[in-house]
């Protein structure tokens, strides 16, 4: 007897997510950026508690000081230079239902793995897709987008810290002409005031809208444009300095730099694409199982991102 399709998803849903991870086949969404910062190590999975704790190495110790000679005395206070910023968990939920009668109109083998790769498939890419556009807002039930991690303010209160009182939790930010003309200034400036002088806390990557990422390619000339590393798309990857330059369909003017040591999504370890159990449907003969994922977009040195806006 053919397994229903219930059975079939729940042996298969596993490898489906496997090949998601290889390639993004879907001709409605790919989520690029999703995958960009999935390859830099930008998504962490790990356990979760109450709420995110993201401790801040945040100044050099007040009592450090060069000796005016060997008696000089040094400072006794309490070293103080570690706080935390903390973030409550987002979740997202993907409702994957199908009916009796697609059993019944898919009874072969090979008729219910077909119908079950191009379902899990869609719901799979949907719980991505939604992910995706959601890092592009500032807050989406929760769930915190770059426009509040990485504001144009550059300020913002973010993980409980609120940047107008505390300097070094502001982000570096500033505009660009319509015409691009001074866009890798810009960039420059900004690019510079992120690393701070270091070479691992540099942005390693960069993302926009397409008419931005675009806009910054026509100024370039042939030899700057391309990186020789491809991150799985197809094709070359756009860069500026050493960081790959993507773009999303949910992007805007923003050029957002981040890199992976201060900016994350972090996922739960245990429920991040969560296949749950099926169940009938009490209201109509069909079945549902949810996809579920617990997470949130944080960062543990704001002044480490930076965003360019069109002026």
Do not use: C
Not at 124 to 148: C, N, P, R, V, Y
Request: proline share 3%; glycine share 8%; charged share 20%.
């Amino acid at each position: 007897m053919a397994l229903t399709i219930g059975q079939m998803a729940a042996v298969s849903y596993a490898s489906v997510i496997t090949d998601k991870n290889k390639k993004a086949a879907n001709q409605w969404a790919e989520s690029a950026y999703i995958r960009a910062l999935d390859k830099l190590g930008a998504i962490e999975r790990k356990n979760l508690g109450e709420t995110i704790e993201a401790p801040l190495d945040y100044r050099r110790n007040p009592g450090a000081k060069f000796l005016a000679n060997d008696l000089t005395p040094v400072s006794l206070a309490k070293t103080e230079v570690i706080t935390a910023a903390s973030y409550s968990i987002a979740q997202i939920s993907v409702p994957v239902v199908w009916s009796k009668g697609d059993d019944a109109k898919n009874p072969s083998e090979n008729q219910k793995i077909n119908f079950v790769t191009q379902l899990l498939d869609n719901n799979i890419q949907s719980h991505d897709d939604l992910m995706e556009e959601a890092l592009f807002t500032t807050s989406t039930d929760g769930f915190l987008g770059m426009a509040t991690i990485i504001p144009t303010s550059g300020q913002g209160t973010v993980g409980g810290i609120d940047a107008s009182t505390e300097v070094f939790w502001r982000n570096p930010a500033d505009t660009y002409l319509a015409d691009g003309s001074d866009i890798e200034s810009v960039l420059t400036e900004l690019w510079n005031s992120a690393t701070k002088g270091t070479g691992g806390m540099a942005p390693k990557l960069l993302v926009s809208g397409a008419e931005a990422n675009a806009l910054f390619e026509s100024t370039q000339v042939t030899q700057q444009r391309f990186m020789g590393v491809e991150l799985d798309a197809g094709f070359k990857t756009i860069a500026f300095k050493s960081a790959p330059y993507v773009f999303s369909q949910y992007g805007d003017d923003k050029i957002y730099g981040v890199n992976p040591r201060s900016f994350k999504v972090v996922v739960s370890k245990q429920y991040f694409r969560d296949k749950g159990e099926t169940r009938e449907l009490e209201e109509g003969n069909g079945f549902v199982f949810k996809i579920y994922s617990a997470l949130q977009t944080i960062t543990n040195n704001k002044s480490r991102l930076f965003v360019a806006s069109e002026a």
